[in-house]
């Protein structure tokens, strides 16, 4: 769900963990996107070879099972999200995942999860990465290596016309969807603050579990705007046929990054040297243009790149 721009708190960490079990398959509800759609190529993600040097990197209790697990929120399109089927899992993301796996001889399975479970499902173990659209920023650095591979902003959408004037900088007294967990909740409630301060009514901000709602929410009138991640506002406002569109610019931009566990040897320069393999050998350009999101390539793949 980073910008998500997604976000979480850490102390929150250890209540989500200990609260995870090993039944089910973690869902986030978010319902089935269309695939291809406007400005989406249909074509596959190009063939991979293998890296023999960075597969060694990769530790062997991930590596035994000849697959890579990795837990995503699947209600972002364009980056993460459900086929028509219903089941499968498709996306920037998701070709870019299993590419990763491609160059590090492994295959990658990836399994729907709520957006706020992911990281405490790879403390518990229950997935060895996690690809999600996840920001990468300082606080989730205290917790999993961020190897990053792209770029985003915050964007603000509303029904077409803005019919409410919505500005960004003064959001007081206006219903604003966005997903948990994403740090436009942060955001909205640094800002809402900032509004009560000035004698000015709050905004109501309206949080649902699968970004998939956001959108929803607003197409039905039941917010008068939504934040979200730049791609994931571009992809809705071409998915919802002239029903949207984007107010303002996009801001506050930051790397995403893949999820990696602390403490796993030479784990994070495996998928690091394979996400800069990508990015050298234009496997990762084609990914990023057939998603139509090559605006937020990057030219360079860091670990924990917050950091500095």
Do not use: H
């Not at 099972?65 to 990795?70: A, E, L, Q, S, T």
């Not at 929120?73 to 998701?94: L, Q």
């Not at 709602?213 to 039905?220: F, H, Q």
């Amino acid at each position: 769900m980073c910008i998500k721009i997604r976000t979480f708190a850490v102390a929150l960490l250890a209540v989500a963990v200990a609260g995870c079990g090993a039944g089910g398959n973690g869902s986030g509800g978010g319902s089935a996107a269309p695939s291809g759609g406007a400005g989406v190529s249909t074509n596959p993600a190009p063939a991979v070879q293998k890296d023999e040097a960075l597969a060694k990197l990769v530790p062997s209790d991930v590596a035994s099972d000849g697959k890579i697990v990795v837990g995503s929120d699947a209600s972002y399109a364009p980056n993460e999200f459900v086929d028509k089927d219903g089941t499968t899992i498709i996306g920037m993301d998701v070709d870019l995942g299993k590419a990763v796996g491609q160059k590090l001889g492994l295959e990658v399975e990836f399994q729907n999860s709520a957006f706020d479970g992911i990281l405490p499902g790879i403390a518990a173990k229950k997935y060895e990465l996690g690809m999600s659209s996840f920001t990468d920023n300082a606080e989730r650095e205290k917790v999993v290596d961020m190897v990053t591979y792209f770029s985003a902003g915050t964007k603000m959408a509303t029904v077409k016309g803005n019919p409410d004037g919505l500005n960004i900088d003064d959001l007081c007294g206006k219903t604003i969807a966005v997903q948990r967990g994403t740090v436009q909740v942060d955001a909205l409630t640094a800002r809402s603050e900032k509004c009560t301060a000035a004698g000015k009514p709050a905004i109501n901000q309206q949080p649902f579990q699968a970004q998939t709602d956001v959108t929803l929410a607003l197409t039905g009138k039941r917010a008068q705007g939504m934040l979200a991640d730049s791609p994931v506002v571009d992809y809705a406002v071409a998915q919802t046929n002239g029903q949207l569109e984007v107010v303002g610019e996009a801001y506050d931009t930051a790397p995403y990054g893949i999820a990696v566990p602390k403490n796993s040897g030479d784990y994070a320069k495996a998928v690091q040297g394979a996400v800069q393999a990508l990015m050298n050998d234009g496997t990762y350009k084609a990914i990023v243009d057939k998603w139509s999101v090559s605006s937020g390539a990057i030219p360079e793949s860091k670990i924990n790149g917050a950091a500095g």
